[in-house]
């Protein structure tokens, strides 16, 4: 026996829907929901198998198709409009339409569906049988970010190794070379990009863009969330404040990226914890799952650490720690503040940080305060304040990217 729920609205085909429902020996209709939230509560009762609601209804997104599936509930929309619904509903996340002019199979329909929520719907063949809408899905829906730009992702260990400054710096040498470039501030304890570049913004356009996300409108609408700087480079600020990270549910960084990587490269800022949190519940955001998310989906990850004492011995558990989370992670590593009262060469580093795990390569930023300072008292890029040591070092850290690598050192 399936147990349906049923968003009523005053749609015209809801009618057809609930007697087809009613009329199937194998359905039961628990209940006629008068809203979303009426929707949810229901659903996370247990009781209920399958929720039926129109595609277009007012405020379903892909959190609440999430928290559907999460209580085990097997979303069904019903359109009136195919070829305008069908799009959106693959973005929110509902895998199975119904015509509204061939809801009289509903409830053959909903008897029919497979155990896995995330498979398109099904229904006997032959007579009575309800045509199915192509999804996102279907293996015949083309994914988002085929081809398309690289993305780099900063991340370091605590203690300001300068992740923000070095992702400011490769997203305006890459503008500089003519590339289309998206810096992304993804720190989901409080990122600086816009106060470090001077951008006033009273809008997060990282929350924007997550808000359009799950309403399956960013293709249409991503360009207006971004902040340009330039004719090549496009900047999304951060969180206004470091506890609105609850308002990012998992999967939004990995589809901004994808449609971001389809009009350039990307550059993800990121925060410093990879450590998941055990009490997050499914479907529910954790403190560093953006993080963690950012990692993940990067093309290429660039760890950067400070090259004192404090900043190597934290770099040197970082790598160990990515290693773990990501097994054989496309890394590089970047010391950042190296200079020579310090008391060692370069290759003594090197030589330490390969004892903790296989590294593509090393690459030391020198100490260049001077030019920082000069970029975040006029909040502009570095490659706008003239030619730097610093400027230079980033630009030659690009140039290694393009090139082959060398193989990796062996773990000790």
Do not use: Y
Not at 28 to 53: E, F, H, N, P, Y
Not at 312 to 339: C, G, I, K, Q, S
Request: glycine share 12%; net charge negative.
């Amino acid at each position: 026996m399936i147990v349906t729920l049923l968003v009523s609205t005053g749609a015209a085909w809801e009618p057809a829907a609930l007697a087809s429902l009613a009329a199937h020996p194998g359905v039961v209709v628990l209940k006629r929901c008068v809203d979303l939230a009426d929707l949810l509560a229901s659903a996370s009762t247990g009781q209920a198998d399958v929720a039926v609601v129109g595609a277009d209804l007012t405020g379903l997104d892909r959190s609440v198709v999430d928290q559907l599936l999460a209580h085990g509930v097997r979303p069904v929309g019903v359109t009136t409009d195919p070829e305008q619904t069908r799009a959106r509903a693959g973005r929110v996340g509902l895998v199975t339409l119904v015509d509204a002019d061939q809801v009289g199979g509903l409830g053959a329909l909903v008897a029919d569906l497979p155990a896995d929520p995330t498979q398109p719907g099904g229904g006997p063949p032959g007579a009575g049988a309800v045509p199915r809408l192509p999804s996102a899905a279907d293996p015949t829906v083309a994914s988002p970010g085929e081809g398309g730009g690289r993305v780099l992702a900063v991340w370091g260990a605590a203690g300001a190794p300068g992740r923000t400054t070095l992702a400011t710096g490769l997203a305006g040498e890459l503008a500089r070379r003519g590339l289309g470039t998206l810096l992304v501030d993804a720190d989901p304890h409080g990122g600086a990009v816009a106060q470090q570049l001077g951008v006033l913004d009273e809008v997060s356009g990282l929350l924007a863009a997550a808000r359009l996300v799950a309403s399956g409108t960013l293709e249409e609408r991503f360009a207006t969330t971004q902040r340009r700087l330039s004719d090549r480079l496009r900047v999304l600020t951060g969180l206004p404040r470091p506890d609105r990270w609850v308002e990012l549910r998992p999967g939004v960084l990995t589809e901004l990226v994808e449609a971001a990587r389809s009009q350039g490269q990307v550059v993800l800022d990121t925060g410093f914890s990879l450590e998941g949190d055990a009490g997050a519940d499914v479907g529910r955001p954790g403190r560093n799952d953006l993080t963690r998310e950012a990692v993940e989906v990067a093309d290429e990850v660039l760890l950067v650490g400070g090259a004192d004492p404090v900043g190597l011995a934290r770099l040197a558990r970082a790598v160990t720690e990515l290693h773990e989370f990501r097994p054989d992670p496309p890394l590089r590593v970047v010391v950042n503040r190296m200079r020579p009262t310090l008391g060692w060469r370069e290759p003594d580093v090197v030589a330490m940080l390969a004892g903790f795990g296989a590294v593509r390569s090393v690459h030391f930023l020198p100490d260049d305060q001077p030019a920082v300072d000069r970029a975040l008292v006029s909040g502009r890029l570095l490659v706008e304040t003239g030619e730097s040591a610093l400027s230079r070092a980033i630009g030659a850290l690009l140039d290694a990217m393009v090139a082959p690598s060398p193989p990796a050192p062996s773990r000790r």
